[in-house]
Structure formats: structure tokens, C-alpha cells
């Protein structure tokens, strides 16, 4: 992250949230109790060392340091993305800042459930408006491709690629104006405070030891609402995949930040992941497309008839796609196990 310091604040400092001091509290005796000394070796001409012991493994990153040394690098990403863009706006630019600000928002989206504290949530809600920013126009610009895609099957898709294009344009260049005003010395200095209060964590065992705890708690409540949502699912009401789609995405992006961390969580289980989320995206594509469809016969009526093929074809494509997804739906269940929660924890 650039200037950004990660020297602790002195314990106990004023506005601390009580989620955040609750985790901190640790006896002063632990916090200052001194390093044993390590026992000298043998001196003088002649004295033999002892045997070293065998090498160990390096040890595992504390969760802090993980998730600090992670915010550091995607606010890098981010601001220098930020900055490409606002250079140049560009198709391919436009998507490398959506890929950067998906990133940080992964890491605030764990962040979040972990500090509860104002500070996240309202860099949390400025990268969404942000990229919600975009998503029109990266709506837009996917179902431009898959129309030119299918033109030669259905050449009378070119009107609608035309009314697309002109869309497009419109769009780029609202959209450029708005990039060129995103601000970033807020967001860094929210961002700075975070690195700061996970500095507090490290070096001490404890406190690490809570920090993981409420990560897992954050994980935890996250699939669980994933999993009321799916089991919610009417194959007769597409809101229900996508109110599912919406909390999958949050529970994968807690994954993705602390998989390193995880025994056994492999780019495969990742790539699981988004599989996973991506069948249920190409359903919502798929929706938004006939959406906009509908919306352009409506404002030309007479291209109905001549649109009337391609239509039918959308509706077989989102049944196949609704199948695929009931088929593998259940495949939620295997990517985490929520630990049981005691009465006196919330649910």
C-alpha cells in the first residue's frame, strides 16, 4: 500500500470498537513477559558445536500478517489500476479495474464481518458503488460479444448489435467522466487505519488466536446464509438463484483472501469455487439479455416477428441453463463445514 505504515497503535486506544478490543484484551504480564535467552554454545579453540537439530518447516504466516501484507497488495493493484484507467479508458483497462476493485473488495468483504467497524463498511460500500458503476456498461459490453457471436445463425441480430454499440459509446463515456472523478486519499487512509488494527494482532498468540476464531466465525455465517439461500431456490423464480448467487459471492471472496491459510485449500477447490458462482452467473446473463431483448421490441415493435427465432432460442438456452445449475446445485454443500455455535452466540 503506498505510505502506509504498520506500526501498532498503543493498546487501549479511544473508539476502539468492542468486537476489535474484545479480541486485544490480553494480560499485560503475555504482552510484556521477555524472550528467554537462548543458551550459549561452546567457546574457545577446539570446542565442538552441538548437532544441529534437524531443519524444520518455515512456519505458517500468522493470519495477520496474511491478511495485512494481502490488503497492501490489492490497494497497490487498485490504485495503479485506478490510475490506467483514468490515463486511458479502454475496454481492456475498464476490465483490469473491475478485476482490481473485485479483489479489494474480497478482502473488505472478510474485513467487514470480522471489525464490524464504520471504517470498513463504508470503504467496503465505496468500491461496490464503484463497480456497480461499471456494471452497466460491462453488461452491455457481454452482450454485444454474444450477439456478434451468433450473427451468422441469426443475421437479424445486427439491429440490435447496432442499438448495442451506440449504447455502448454512451455508456463508455459516462462512464469515463465518472472513473475520472473516483478519489482515492479517503479510501487509503481507511485503508491504512485497517493494516494498523491488524498489526495489533501479530506477535502475540492470543490475539491471534481470536482474530482466526472471528475469521472463521465471519466464513462460517456467511455459508450458512448461502445455504438458507439455496435451499430457498424455486426453479420456478430466477431471483431465488440470484438472491443465492449474491451471498455465494460474498462467502467465496472470504474464501479466496484466506486461502493460503487453510490446510488443503488448493487452486482446484478454488477453481470449484468459481465454477460454481459462474453457472450462476451465466444464468443471470442470460436473463439480462432477454430483459434487453424484450425492452428493444417494445421500443420497435416491428422487429417482434423478426426477433421472434432468437427469443425462442434465449428461453431453451435458460432452461438448459437453470437444468445445469439444479443439477449441481447441492455441490455447495462440500466446499465448507460450519463449525456448531453455542446458544450464546449469535446466529
Known sequence: MENVSVSPTPAGAHGEPAAVAAMLQVPDADLLQPRRAEPAG???PGARMPERAPAEAPPAEPLSSHLAGSLRRRWRSYWQELRRCQKGFTEESV???RVATRRLISELVLLEGVFQTAAVQDAYRTLKRRLKRLG???DVHVQRLFIEER???FPELLLLREHLVRKERRLEKE????VGKFKTAKLQKQLQALVKMLARFSGNARRESRLAAAVRTAADRAFEETVRRRQAVSPA???TVHRTRVAFKRFRYMIETIAPTLPGFDAQKLRA????QRRMGYLQDAEVLERTVANFIARHRATEALLAS???YLLRRKARLLRQFLKTADQLYTFWSAKPRGKNQST
Open 151 to 153: 450473427l451468422t445463425r
Open 42 to 44: 561452546p567457546r574457545g
Open 175 to 178: 462512464a469515463a467522466r465518472a
Open 237 to 239: 423464480d430466477l431471483k
Open 95 to 97: 476490465h483490469e479495474l
Open 136 to 138: 452497466e456498461l460491462r
Open 310 to 312: 432468437f427469443r425462442h
Open 273 to 276: 469455487l468459481a465454477l460454481y
